[in-house]
């Protein structure tokens, strides 16, 4: 029988693909499925058809597989925020150190090469610190929804996250087990108060309307809590009513900010900001430092689980009290910051402007001397210009963008052969393509996943290595 775009099939999922996908096969065929775990015969429908794999999506479970639970949240069938909650968190765990293992054989070539086990998150569920919540006058109607006998409109004031691969519609959120419970009151609460005063969702497609987005951003280590509200026009008067009866329902609210986004682009940060209560900031701590934090600044989304990631890349760095350390692609220098104490000095590399200003602000801040912040593309920077005016460095610490690190940035570190190499990564698949021509020169000694986002087929990983 020659499978056909369209053909409901019954299929037994046998593994699972890099994004969270399941696997099967059929007459040889590799059909990927999401929201299928190992072991569960599922009915599907094929979506997609080429010549050495199809797509389908999932019709109905047949028979759960051992791996399989029942999700907590209701959304998660339809939500791209947890692909993972029908999964136990120790299978997750297992997957994603699959995956990286996957990706160090297939495309790093590297045959030999154990993936340590994954290190897990403690609180697999509330992990996040930050949560950009969209708003919309479509909602994304469920399966249930479009098969009821009466009709149901997609038209409200929809306020949750966007669906998977649909700019236009909003799942509209019941619930959320991703940050701390309060955010999704919050949440609740300003979509109920929208509605009741006839504030209005933005219309991306005529660009009309008012409300845009809400963030909201917790502390870890305090009691600070921030609300964003993201507008399209600049209205302080509701503003300020919205923001007083947000303090009135949530008095633990630390700050609320307006960022004001006048313009066509989705993003949820403004063209300018109004703080409406509070300093317009939040205080969190990584290691021991202090950062402050703003409504649009980035920050790791897991305090937490950061630490640990950090930990890990600080044990293969092996860092002695003369070393001179670069630390390429800093950020908002957390990483940098981190190391320091065990380093004679840190050389942080950034192109962002803005990160660069947080990442000085924050070691002066912090009461770190011994940390310098050298902005530009890493491309063009990171040369024998750098060297010659800082030294050349006994390690290097590297934790690109998902793209990986830009083919002269490779060929510069095989060249300058560090004694130690470390490499953070949000993205095995382009680590596995860096590691395969960083082995010319270094041997890769270790590969540690570290889950920093549960429920998700995310996974961060850094990889130990040393010069031959």
């Known amino acids: 029988m020659k499978l056909k775009k369209g053909a409901d099939v019954e299929l037994k999922i046998e593994s699972t693909a890099f994004k969270g996908k399941g696997i099967a096969k059929l007459n040889g065929l590799a059909i990927f499925v999401p929201n299928t775990a190992p072991g569960d015969r599922v009915e599907a429908r094929i979506i997609k058809k080429k010549k050495n794999h199809a797509e389908a999506k999932l019709l109905k479970v047949l028979e759960g597989g051992p791996k399989r639970i029942e999700p907590r949240c209701g959304h998660a069938k339809m939500c791209g925020g947890c692909s993972w909650q029908h999964v136990d968190y120790a299978s997750q765990l297992e997957f994603k150190q699959s995956q990286v293992q ?58 949750g996250l966007h669906a998977p691969g649909r700019f236009d519609k909003i799942l509209n959120l019941n619930e959320c087990h991703l940050q701390e419970p309060i955010s999704y009151e919050i949440l609740d609460f300003i979509r109920s108060y929208c509605t009741e005063n006839d504030i209005s969702p933005f219309n991306r497609i005529d660009n009309e309307g008012f409300m845009r987005n809400v963030v909201v951003r917790n502390s870890y280590h305090t009691d600070d809590l921030m609300v964003n509200i993201v507008t399209y026009k600049d209205d302080q008067e509701t503003m300020q009513k919205m923001s007083n009866a947000l303090l009135d329902k949530f008095p633990q609210i630390t700050t609320i900010i307006n960022n004001v986004n006048d313009t066509k682009s989705p993003t949820a940060v403004g063209r300018y900001e109004k703080v409406l209560h509070g300093p317009g900031y939040i205080v969190d701590s990584i290691g021991g430092y202090n950062f402050n934090i703003d409504a649009n600044a980035f920050f790791q989304t897991n305090t937490g689980q950061a630490e640990r990631l950090y930990e890990v890349a600080r044990s293969f760095a092996d860092l002695q009290p003369d070393d001179l350390l670069y630390d390429l692609y800093c950020g908002v220098g957390t990483l940098s910051l981190f190391m320091s104490e065990k380093a004679e000095k840190v050389i942080g590399i950034e192109n962002v402007d803005v990160a660069i200003e947080n990442a000085r602000a924050n070691a002066k801040s912090n009461g770190v001397e011994n940390v310098e912040f050298v902005k530009g593309d890493m491309k063009d920077v990171f040369n024998q210009s750098i060297v010659a005016e800082h030294g050349k460095p006994d390690c290097i610490i590297t934790d690109p963008p998902r793209s990986g690190m830009h083919p002269d940035v490779v060929e510069y570190l095989k060249h300058l052969e560090v004694p130690k190499l470390v490499y953070v990564s949000c993205n095995s698949s382009t680590m596995a393509r860096d590691l395969k021509e960083l082995n010319k020169v270094y041997d890769i000694l270790e590969v540690q996943p570290v889950d920093m986002f549960p429920q998700t087929y995310h996974i961060e990983t850094v990889a130990n290595l040393r010069l031959r």
């Open 102 to 159: 996957d990706h160090m054989e297939r495309i790093g070539g590297f045959k030999e090469l154990e993936v340590e086990p994954t290190i897990g998150c403690e609180q697999p569920f509330y992990y996040r610190n930050k949560m950009e919540y969209s708003i919309g006058h479509k909602k994304w109607l469920s399966r249930e929804e479009i098969e009821r006998d009466e009709y149901v409109s997609d038209r409200c004031f929809a306020a």
